[in-house]
RNA sequence: GCGCCGGUGGCGAAGCGGUUAACGCGCAGGUCUGCAAAACCUGUAUACGCGGGUUCAACUCCCGCCCGGCGCUCCA
């Protein structure tokens, strides 16, 4: 099973394999912690996380490298304004990022890498820019990629500069620099600012350098992949190819993955617009974290993904009905055998599932194959025609399919409960939903206490007193089910 | 303005030259139930933005238009 994926520097949905046929080397940006990460954010971290998923679950190893921006100018700005160093205010939000990808079930590259740690690097790799020709220095102490040096300069993004005219578009404060075009490597220190004393001057890095310099640092000079979402096409990832091929002349990643932005009610997601969620406030709303998982991997990563609460809604059913199954199949008891047409029917199921996957990560479409199982074998334990055999092949399905979707797994509580407990430190309580603290102020035993008292009710024939607690829970978002085995209640 | 992507049933969303046009959600019936809920089953009478064209055949290719989105500047 070899992925083809959309490959942006060739416009092409090519084979994705590792060069070296054992590991796939590969590059996601990641982010600038300088804020609570958003559902846009979420979205493309989660559609790399099926890739590395997919890619493991096919038998590849992946050596992923995400790096965390953690110098950049609001980072600068804001932590100025809050009177911290930038290190104690990244730290906030670095850490607020990775509960955020636990409760979002995102694997976690195998390097980690912050932009501050990486400087001498970043040095070096400017320093190479220099003597070859395609850096230089400005007045100020800045210094910046001569874009000139480089001649397949948007082979990325599909631009041809050669026509633009510099004239029109220069800034006033850029007046030194030799092409408007021209792009900071490393920006001299202003007065107050935090800065690095390097062999090129006082300064602290421009935004791109460090992605080259931290990706051939871990990947080596030519490495498999690089991701990311759209906007960084340019450009951010126009320019990585610049500073990197200039040093080294071999193409820095071989194949570019660029997510979509998404959409929030039809319209581009902004706080001016009032359409603007970080995970934490879908969380505090209600929303499960596998459900909001589920929404955001579902529709494929090339395509628009239009976010509604609906679709939310809709993920939560859809994911409930999958776990009902795989319940009732690990619970049901079933005699020893094999129902060959189940059997045929889980084979088709796993291939067509994976063959989804492989074509360009059609999440989308490898959905659909699970279902037709899920109701296949309903009516088949339906009638009594599935067998011991049969469970165990359907599981094995149901297991790949979740080691790419990863959402049959009931963690949301603890994903919620964190969340809560992040809302009260924060001081954010009044964005909690009030069902979700009703919800959270009902313990596990005052709740197996009314289910007692109702089923005594129940017995007794006392309908009214038993459909009275029934209510009484539903309001706080508890949800009885009574069967031939007892009553089970979960929370909504 | 230039470039790119998309407009599929009530909603979301695959498919993209000839298919019964997936799948999910919702809704409606049914089974079950004290009644429900949950679960399961079944159903959802002619859904492919508009107008041209190419073709034996178009949702699928081409052209134009309308609408939405994105990039060209910080942004996942």
Same mark, same amino acid.
């Given at each position: 099973?070899?992925?083809?994926?959309?490959?942006?520097?060739?416009?092409? $949905?090519?084979?994705?394999?590792?060069?070296?046929?054992?590991?796939?080397?590969?590059?996601?940006?990641?982010?600038?912690?300088?804020?609570?990460?958003?559902?846009?954010?979420?979205?493309?971290?989660?559609?790399?996380? &099926?890739?590395?998923?997919?890619?493991?679950?096919?038998?590849?190893? =992946?050596?992923? =490298?995400?790096?965390?921006?953690? $110098?950049?100018?609001?980072?600068?700005?804001?932590?100025?304004?809050?009177?911290?160093?930038?290190?104690?205010?990244?730290? &906030?939000?670095?850490?607020?990022?990775?509960?955020?990808? /636990?409760?979002?079930?995102?694997?976690?590259?195998?390097?980690?890498?912050?932009?501050? /740690?990486?400087?001498?690097?970043?040095?070096?790799?400017?320093?190479?820019?220099?003597?070859?020709?395609?850096?230089?220095?400005?007045?100020?102490?800045?210094?910046? #990629?001569?874009?000139?040096?480089?001649?397949?300069?948007?082979?990325?993004?599909?631009?041809?500069?050669?026509?633009?005219?510099?004239?029109?578009? =220069?800034? *006033?404060? /850029?007046?030194?620099?030799?092409?408007?075009?021209?792009?900071?490597?490393?920006?001299?220190?202003?007065?107050?600012?935090?800065?690095?004393?390097?062999?090129?001057?006082?300064?602290?890095?421009?935004?791109?350098?460090?992605?080259?310099?931290?990706?051939?640092?871990?990947?080596?000079?030519?490495?498999?992949?690089?991701?990311?979402?759209?906007?960084?096409?340019?450009?951010?990832?126009?320019?990585?190819?610049?500073?990197?091929?200039? &040093?080294?002349?071999?193409?820095?990643?071989?194949?570019?993955?660029?997510?979509?932005?998404?959409?929030?009610?039809?319209?581009?997601?902004?706080?001016?617009?009032?359409?603007?969620?970080?995970?934490?406030?879908?969380?505090?709303?209600?929303?499960?974290?596998?459900?909001?998982?589920?929404?955001?991997?579902?529709?494929?990563?090339?395509?628009?993904?239009?976010?509604?609460?609906?679709?939310?809604?809709?993920?939560?059913?859809?994911?409930?009905?999958?776990?009902?199954?795989?319940?009732?199949?690990?619970?049901?008891?079933?005699?020893?055998? /094999?129902?060959?047409?189940?059997?045929?029917?889980?084979?088709?199921?796993?291939?067509?599932?994976?063959?989804? *996957?492989?074509?360009?990560?059609?999440?989308?479409?490898?959905?659909?194959?699970?279902?037709?199982?899920?109701?296949?074998?309903?009516?088949?334990?339906?009638?009594?025609?599935?067998?011991?055999?049969?469970?165990?092949?359907?599981?094995? $399905?149901?297991?790949? #399919?979740?080691?790419? #979707?990863?959402?049959?797994?009931?963690?949301?509580?603890?994903?919620?409960?964190?969340?809560?407990?992040?809302?009260?430190?924060?001081?954010?309580?009044?964005?909690?939903?009030?069902?979700?603290?009703?919800?959270?102020?009902?313990?596990?035993?005052?709740?197996?206490?009314? =289910?007692?008292?109702?089923?005594?009710?129940?017995?007794?024939?006392?309908?009214?007193?038993?459909?009275?607690?029934?209510?009484?829970?539903?309001?706080?978002?508890? &949800?009885?089910?009574?069967?031939?085995?007892?009553?089970?209640?979960?929370?909504?």
């Amino acid at each position: 099973m070899t992925l083809r994926l959309f490959n942006t520097l060739t416009g092409e $949905v090519d084979l994705l394999a590792p060069a070296d046929g054992v590991a796939l080397r590969m590059y996601a940006c990641g982010p600038t912690v300088y804020d609570y990460g958003h559902i846009g954010n979420f979205r493309t971290f989660l559609q790399v996380d &099926v890739l590395r998923r997919f890619l493991r679950l096919t038998g590849i190893k =992946v050596r992923h =490298v995400m790096n965390i921006t953690d $110098v950049d100018d609001r980072i600068l700005h804001n932590a100025a304004e809050a009177g911290v160093s930038i290190r104690e205010y990244t730290a &906030v939000y670095e850490q607020a990022f990775f509960e955020d990808l /636990e409760a979002l079930r995102v694997e976690r590259p195998e390097v980690m890498a912050r932009a501050t /740690e990486h400087i001498p690097r970043m040095v070096e790799l400017i320093q190479k820019l220099a003597a070859a020709g395609a850096a230089y220095q400005t007045e100020d102490g800045s210094w910046y #990629f001569r874009l000139a040096a480089f001649p397949e300069y948007g082979k990325l993004s599909k631009k041809d500069l050669s026509g633009m005219e510099d004239g029109a578009r =220069v800034d *006033l404060d /850029e007046y030194e620099k030799d092409s408007a075009r021209d792009f900071a490597l490393w920006k001299a220190a202003k007065p107050g600012e935090t800065s690095w004393d390097t062999a090129i001057g006082r300064g602290r890095p421009g935004w791109h350098i460090e992605c080259s310099a931290m990706a051939m640092e871990y990947l080596g000079e030519s490495f498999d992949l690089h991701a990311g979402g759209e906007d960084l096409i340019f450009p951010h990832h126009e320019n990585e190819i610049a500073q990197s091929e200039s &040093v080294t002349h071999k193409t820095f990643a071989r194949h570019w993955m660029h997510v979509r932005f998404l959409l929030v009610d039809g319209r581009k997601m902004s706080k001016s617009e009032g359409n603007f969620y970080t995970l934490r406030d879908l969380l505090l709303k209600g929303y499960k974290a596998s459900a909001i998982r589920l929404a955001l991997i579902s529709v494929p990563y090339r395509h628009q993904f239009n976010f509604t609460f609906d679709g939310l809604i809709e993920a939560t059913s859809a994911i409930e009905r999958l776990r009902t199954f795989r319940e009732r199949l690990r619970m049901g008891v079933f005699a020893t055998g /094999e129902n060959p047409a189940l059997q045929a029917s889980a084979k088709k199921a796993q291939a067509e599932y994976l063959a989804a *996957l492989a074509n360009d990560l059609n999440t989308a479409e490898a959905r659909a194959p699970i279902f037709d199982l899920l109701r296949a074998a309903n009516t088949a334990m339906d009638q009594g025609l599935l067998l011991a055999g049969d469970r165990d092949a359907i599981l094995a $399905v149901l297991a790949s #399919f979740d080691a790419v #979707f990863d959402v049959l797994e009931d963690r949301d509580a603890e994903a919620t409960r964190r969340a809560l407990e992040w809302a009260v430190q924060a001081g954010r309580l009044s964005d909690v939903a009030p069902e979700l603290l009703a919800r959270q102020g009902l313990t596990d035993e005052a709740i197996d206490a009314l =289910v007692a008292e109702r089923s005594l009710a129940k017995k007794q024939r006392n309908f009214a007193r038993a459909d009275q607690i029934r209510n009484e829970l539903a309001e706080k978002g508890v &949800v009885l089910e009574d069967s031939k085995d007892g009553v089970r209640w979960k929370r909504k």
